[in-house]
């Protein structure tokens, strides 16, 4: 199974502030993509999922480069409850099995 | 609203005992899953099941083993804990990829199990 690469950080920045991440994989095959939250102690939760050239949902943005295969979350006007570790998901095409990133952390303080 | 639930949330073992997490899912899902989480490394997949009665290893299924009797129920098992299994264990469940591309869809998590190995 081919590699999900993330950088783990801590990325520490201020209310406010725009963030994004980034997320590489290795398998050009791969057909599903996902970004998941976990707060500390908790499990991961969805936060959206990226399956053509990339969505929107509020604050949030992902992107997907196909050519370069990267996956991109951009997070607009930080809140502190936007801290949390952020998970990168990949998966090939009719793959039952999800493989995940290590994970980037972020903290925004006041 | 969906739910995946774990029998428990911390457990404390000793060396050599043999070990039941169990984890129930109510959304009809095929596919189940159990992985552990430890700092720095992310989340390792020991198992995985897409049907009742069939399993499939994961990266790091030495030392455990897994039952899927019934669709709603995935059990891991290990056979005799040591120390190194010391973990947060998280199971997970989804429905099977959609489509000709067989687009996955979202997984859904237990709450986790610590489990501490003595």
């Known amino acids: 199974r081919k590699e999900v690469e993330q950088d783990p950080g801590p990325f520490n920045v201020p209310e406010g502030a725009t963030v994004a991440f980034n997320c590489t994989y290795s398998?050009?095959?791969?057909?599903?993509f996902f970004w998941y939250r976990q707060d500390c102690r908790k499990e991961p939760k969805l936060l959206m999922s990226v399956y053509s050239s990339g969505n929107e949902d509020g604050r949030f943005t992902a992107q997907l480069n196909r050519a370069s295969q990267y996956i991109s979350l951009l997070i607009r006007d930080s809140k502190l409850s936007d801290s949390a570790t952020y998970l990168c998901?990949?998966?090939?095409?009719?793959?039952?099995?999800?493989?995940f990133g290590r994970g980037t952390s972020l903290i925004v303080h006041p | 609203d969906v739910k995946v639930t774990q029998s428990s949330r911390y457990l404390v073992k000793r060396t050599g005992e043999k070990v039941f997490l169990e984890c129930v899912q109510d959304m009809d899902h095929e596919n189940m899953f159990w992985y552990r989480q430890d700092p720095g490394l992310g989340l390792r997949l020991i198992y995985f099941s897409y049907d009742v009665k069939m399993k499939e290893k994961g990266d790091i299924p030495e030392g455990y083993s897994v039952s899927r009797e019934k669709k709603e129920r995935f059990s891991l098992i290990l056979e005799s804990a040591s120390t190194n299994q010391t973990s947060m264990y998280l199971c997970?469940?989804?429905?099977?990829?959609?489509?000709?591309?067989?687009?996955?869809?979202?997984?859904?998590f237990g709450q986790g199990t610590r489990l501490t190995v003595v």
């Open positions: 398998n050009s095959a791969s057909q599903s």
């Open positions: 997970a469940s989804s429905r099977p990829g959609q489509g000709a591309a067989g687009m996955n869809t979202e997984a859904f």
């Open positions: 998901v990949v998966a090939p095409g009719g793959s039952y099995i999800p493989t």
